[in-house]
């Protein structure tokens, strides 16, 4: 009963990490349609979320890649296991809510990888991670996707405007715009496609720790329909801090640019979920709007934001092992069974609401004040 209690458990934080992705991730969904025009926030939002939900059913392979790629099933069985995921799911939410606090849109599923690789690491030391699946599939996609796109988003830029250089500008940027509601969809459903297969990796292989499921099995229908409902949920309440860093901090985008950035990152994307690759889709788009921007002048790029971004991506992964490990140690001390997650849950829950009580405050002495005015 009490392995059934911390399964619970592990799956609720499953889902509301799902959550987070998907608010912290809108804006390298719907930041460039937003930026150039070519959408309204709201109606950006909603479509995002919808195509969110649609990609999640489209493939299982980057789900497979989380649950079997990453650690050692049979190293993490036992007891502990569960105390292990959990572990990792804290370690993924926290970075998730320090990085979109922050406005910085680092990468949800680095944060989850990390997490679990230091809950792991903890746990059962350098026997549980599966190295080569790691390196393979995790670290080196992360250093060629965002090249790859900021590469294709380059030539793409590069190559429409050449296409549309004698045209008039009213009717050029009129239809960029119409083509990113279809370059932005495509990106939604690659962004589905790609980032919701972590989290039901991630319950997949909570389920298989439990001996609810068999070693090497596929996620059950009612996983991968939850975790599409969570990130499209998370999607729709929209990560405006984040938005606003993507669409208008990094550079001044046209539509014709964001067209290019959104193509761009959605072929890399869907490419990288065929092969199975939990790819960063924050890396990708950012790769891909950097790309686009350098490609109409090298100082279009604001740099300084540029290096943020990357300084956030670089810690993602040993942050979140740092804290997935810490929250692990701490579990153990509370006596290795369901108190230590138990605990945890219910004083992150109670700071979840301290803050949005406080939120909520503060946007009212801003709507008192505004009265004023």
């Known amino acids: 009963m009490d392995i059934h209690l911390i399964l619970v458990i592990v799956v609720v934080s499953a889902l509301a990490f799902d959550y987070t992705n998907g608010f912290h991730d809108t804006a390298n969904v719907v930041a460039t349609s937003i930026s150039t025009g070519a959408a309204s926030p709201k109606a950006a939002i909603a479509f995002a979320a919808i195509l969110n939900f649609v990609g999640a059913f489209i493939s299982i392979e980057v789900a497979a890649t989380i649950a079997s790629d990453v650690v050692d099933q049979a190293a993490i069985s036992g007891p502990g296991a569960l105390n292990v995921v959990f572990a990792g799911l804290v370690g993924a939410i926290t970075w998730n809510l320090i990085t979109w606090y922050f406005g910085l849109p680092s990468s949800s599923s680095h944060a989850l990888i990390g997490g679990i690789v230091g809950a792991a690491l903890a746990d059962s030391g350098t026997q549980a991670i599966e190295t080569a699946g790691l390196v393979g599939k995790v670290l080196i996609p992360a250093v060629v996707a965002p090249i790859l796109a900021f590469i294709v988003a380059a030539l793409a830029i590069g190559l429409a405007y050449r296409i549309v250089q004698n045209l008039r500008p009213g009717p050029v940027g009129r239809g960029y715009r119409v083509g990113q509601i279809a370059s932005g969809g495509l990106l939604a459903l690659a962004h589905g496609t790609n980032d919701a297969q972590k989290t039901m990796g991630v319950i997949t292989l909570a389920l298989i720790a439990d001996g609810v499921l068999p070693a090497g099995s596929d996620p059950p229908f009612w996983v991968i329909f939850s975790a599409a409902t969570a990130i499209a949920l998370g999607t729709y309440s929209g990560g405006w801090r984040i938005i606003k860093t993507t669409g208008m901090r990094i550079i001044k985008m046209d539509p014709a640019q964001g067209f290019?950035?959104?193509?761009?990152?959605?072929?890399?994307?869907?490419?990288?979920?065929?092969?199975?690759?939990?790819?960063?889709?924050?890396?990708?788009?950012?790769?891909?709007?950097?790309?686009?921007?350098?490609?109409?002048?090298?100082?279009?790029?604001?740099?300084?934001?540029?290096?943020?971004?990357?300084?956030?991506?670089?810690?993602?992964?040993?942050?979140?092992?740092?804290?997935?490990?810490?929250?692990?140690?701490?579990?153990?001390?509370?006596?290795?069974?369901?108190?230590?997650?138990?605990?945890?849950?219910?004083?992150?829950?109670?700071l979840i609401i301290i803050a949005f009580v406080k939120r909520a405050r503060r946007t009212e002495v801003v709507d008192v004040q505004t009265e004023a005015v």
Not at 295 to 320: C, D, E, H, M, Q
Request: proline share 3%.
């Open 260 to 350: 290019s950035s959104q193509g761009a990152g959605a072929a890399v994307i869907m490419a990288s979920t065929h092969f199975g690759f939990p790819l960063s889709t924050t890396h990708v788009i950012n790769g891909g709007v950097m790309g686009s921007g350098v490609a109409k002048r090298v100082s279009a790029v604001r740099w300084g934001v540029a290096g943020n971004i990357v300084t956030a991506w670089v810690f993602t992964l040993p942050a979140a092992a740092i804290i997935g490990a810490a929250t692990f140690g701490l579990t153990e001390l509370m006596g290795g069974a369901s108190i230590g997650p138990i605990v945890i849950s219910v004083v992150a829950v109670g």
